[in-house]
C-alpha cells in the first residue's frame, strides 16, 4: 500500500509554490487540474470555502482576459507592411504633405521585396511626383532615374522625368525621353496624346540654345560657290561698278578695288576676302566705301557678324556715302540682323533703306523677303511687285513674287494657284538663261506631283548652270518621291557632296537619305558638317534640331529595343520646298 505521505502536500511549500505558479501561468484547465490534484489527494477533506472558490474562480477568468490580450497579433507580411507605408504616402500627398509623402514611399521601397520591382517603381515615380510638387526638379530626375532603372519602359516616370529635364533647360536630356515616350507608345498615340508636340517644343527650345551657341563661337569661312552666288545675285551689282581702270586710278586701295570687281564677275570668289582687306589696308580714296560695303557683304556671307556690321557701319555714317550705296549697307546690316534673330533692328534696316531712297528695287527686295521669312505674305507680295514695277529686267523679285504666290496658294487661297502656273510661264520666257527660274518651276511642279514635268525643269536648271549642286539635289527629291528610289538619290546627293563639298543644302538631304536607310552614324556626319557651313541662326537652329533629333532616336531605340519611326513620320518630302533663294 503506497504511504500516505506521498499525498500530504504543504501548501506553504516552495516547490508547491512554483508549481502552482506554473500553473496559473498556463491554461486554467491546468490550474484547475493542479488543484483538483491536490485537493482530492491530500487525505484531508477541506473546509468549505465557498468565498475562496469564488474568488478563484474570478481570478481564472481574468486570467483567461489577460492570456487573450497576451496572445501576439498575427505578424504582417512585408509585403503587407510595405503596401501599408505606401497608402499613407498615398494619404499624406492628399493632404499636400509633399515631405510626409516621400518619406512613406521611402519606407515602402525598403520594405518591399526584391521580386517587388514594379512596385517599387510606382514608389520612387510618386516620390518624383511628391518632389515635382515641391519644386525639387533635380530631385524628380533621380527618382524617376530610380524608378526606370527598375522598370525601364515605365512610361509615367519617362515622361515625368522629361518634363523635369526641360524645366532644368537640359533639354538633350529631355528630347531623348520624349522620344521614347514616343516610339514606345507609337506615333498615332503620341500625336493623340500630344507627346510629339511637346516633343516639337523642346526640339525648337534645343535649336535655339545650341544655334546661338555655335553662331557665337564659329570659325568665318568662305561657303559653298553658289551660296556666294546666290547672295550677289540679289543685289544690283551696278552699285558697286565702275568704268575705271587701274592704271587710271593713284592709290593702290582703288586700284586693288577694280581687280575685286573683275574676281567676283568671273566667280573667283575665294581671293576676294583678302584682297579687300589688303585694299582697305592701302587707304583708298575713290572706292573706300565700296570697298567697305563689299567687304560687310563676304563677312555676311562668311557669318563673321561683327566684321560685317562694322564695315555697314562705317559706310552708313560717313557723310561721303553716295545714296544708292548707303542703301545696300542698310539692306545687308538688316541680313545680318536677321540671321541672328533680331527681327525688330533687321525690318528697322529694311525701312531706312526704302526711306533713303524709294526708287530703289533692292530695298523692296529684300523687305519683302524678310516678309515672306515671316510667312507675311500680303505685304511681302506688295513689295515685290514694287521692285519688279522699279526694275522688270531683274530676275530675283520675280522668282520671289511666284514663290509667294506659290506658298499664298497652298496655304490660303487655292483658286490662285493657275496664276502661279501663268505666271511661272511668263517668267520662264522672259528669263530664259536663269536658272534659278527653272528650279523654281521644277520644286512647284514636283510639290504638285507633276514628276516628269518637274524633272524636265531641274534638268534645264542644270543645264544652264552646272556648278550650282543645288539642283541636282532636287532631282534626288524627286526620285524619292516620284519612285521611292532612295539608292538613286543618294547616288545623286553623293555626286553633289563630291563636286560641292560646301553646300549645305546638299549635306541635309543626303543626311535625310541616310536616315531612311538607316545609316544613322553617316546621317549624324552630314550634318555636323552642315552644321559648319550654315549662315543663319535660324537654319542652325532647325539643323541642331534635326541632328539631334536623330541622334535621339538612334540612342532610344538601342536602349528601348524598339523601331524607329519610318520616314513619312519623320518629315513628308512634299513640304521640303525651300525659298528660291534658300
Known sequence: MVSSKLYNVDLSDTKTRIVLGVAAAGTALALGGAMYYMNSSSGESSEPQSDTTAEQQEKVEEKKKEEEVLVETPKLSMLEKADKKKAEGNAFFKKNDYNGAINCYLEAVELFPEVNNVEKSHCYQNMAAASEKLGKMDDVVLYCSKALALNQKYIKAIQRRATAYEKLCKYEASIKD?????????????????????????????????????????????????????????????DFHTTASPDSLEMMGDKLYVQILSDIEQGDYNVVPDKLDKALEENPKKFLNQIRCLRGIFAWVM?????????????????KSYMRLKVQAHIHRGEVYQAKGDKNRALADYNHAVQID???????????????????????????????????EFPAPWTQLVYGQYQMARTMTPSLLNEVFRNLGKMAEKFPNVADVFALYGQVLQDQRQFSAAEEKFEEAQRLA?????????VATLKMMA?????????LLREAHEKDPKCDFVLENLGMIYIQKQMYAEALECFKKALELVKTEAEAAHLSALRIGIQCQWEVCEEYNVKPVSMADLQDFSQMMPSPQG
Open 178 to 238: 520624349w522620344t521614347a515616350v514616343c516610339l514606345i507608345e507609337g506615333p498615332e498615340k503620341a500625336m493623340k496624346a500630344g507627346y510629339m508636340a511637346t516633343s516639337d517644343r523642346v526640339l525648337k527650345a534645343y535649336g535655339d540654345q545650341a544655334a546661338k551657341k555655335l553662331m557665337a563661337s564659329r570659325t568665318p569661312r568662305l561657303p559653298s560657290h553658289t551660296v556666294i552666288k546666290s547672295a550677289l545675285d540679289n543685289i544690283h551689282m551696278r
Open 303 to 319: 557669318t563673321d557678324y561683327v566684321t560685317a556690321i562694322s564695315n555697314f557701319d562705317a559706310v552708313i555714317g560717313d557723310p
Open 358 to 392: 524709294e526708287d530703289h528695287p533692292d530695298a523692296y527686295l529684300h523687305r519683302a523677303q524678310f516678309y515672306l521669312s515671316l510667312e507675311g505674305l500680303d505685304q511681302a507680295i506688295k513689295d515685290l511687285n514694287k521692285s519688279i514695277e522699279l526694275d522688270g
Open 466 to 474: 552646272p556648278d550650282n549642286v543645288t539642283y541636282k539635289a532636287h
Open 483 to 491: 519612285e521611292n528610289n532612295f539608292d538613286s538619290a543618294m547616288v
